[in-house]
Structures are given as structure tokens and as C-alpha cells.
Nanobody
Framework: VQLQASGGGLVQAGGSLRLSCAAA????????MAWYRQAPGEQRELVAS???????SYADSVKGRFTISRDIPKKQILLQMNDLKPEDTAVYYC????????WGQGTLVTVSS
């Protein structure tokens, strides 16, 4: 499966971006999905996840600022990122968590101070 993340870019601290993730040729509406990020020189970390039953969890560092959701008609997973900080700078990846695991291509988010 080919997952494609998009929506990254350059934004000033305090700004917002919305990332989207879709799978080519199939729907992820019934999949467990997650967003990860990897900053330069750092390990990849889990940012947010949404289960098949739509249970949601967030990393402590993004709670209250990021929102993961599904766009059912568009068959996409979204990550709304508000009040962005320079430490949010990273390549963001979406991943299918269940019923199998698959990584998508990342999208770069750069937050300037």
C-alpha cells in the first residue's frame, strides 16, 4: 500500500498547519492509524493515533495543540496542528497500525522562531 502524507511547510511559531494522509487505491476509514515525527538527529516518535473504534491518544508534548481526525468522505487521516513551536520541526509520517503496518512518505514541517 502507498501512503502519502501532505500539508507540511514552513510556518512561524504560533501558527497552524493541517497534514493529511491517504492511501492510494484504498480507504483507511476502518484502519487504526497514527502520525509519527522524526526531528533531525532524533528517533522517530509517536505523535497521535486513532484506533478503528476512534479511540484517540496523543504524545504529552502535543496534547491540547494537535488534533487527529478522519475525513471519511475523502478517506484521509488529518492532523491539525495549532500553536506550533520550533521543537515541532520534523518530518511527519503517517502509518497504518492495524490490520497491518505500513509507513507512508513523510512531509516536512519547519517551525521558525
Amino acid at each position: 500500500v502507498q501512503l502519502q502524507a501532505s500539508g507540511g511547510g514552513l510556518v512561524q511559531a504560533g501558527g497552524s498547519l493541517r497534514l493529511s494522509c491517504a492511501a492510494a487505491g484504498r480507504s483507511v476509514n476502518n484502519y487504526s492509524m497514527a502520525w509519527y515525527r522524526q526531528a533531525p538527529g532524533e528517533q522517530r516518535e509517536l505523535v497521535a493515533s486513532i484506533s478503528r473504534g476512534n479511540s484517540i491518544s496523543y504524545a504529552d508534548s502535543v496534547k491540547g495543540r494537535f488534533t487527529i481526525s478522519r475525513d471519511i468522505p475523502k478517506k484521509q487521516i488529518l492532523l491539525q496542528m495549532n500553536d506550533l513551536k520550533p521543537e515541532d520541526t520534523a518530518v511527519y509520517y503517517c502509518r497504518i497500525e492495524y490490520p497491518y503496518r505500513a509507513w507512508g512518505q513523510g512531509t516536512l514541517v519547519t517551525v521558525s522562531s
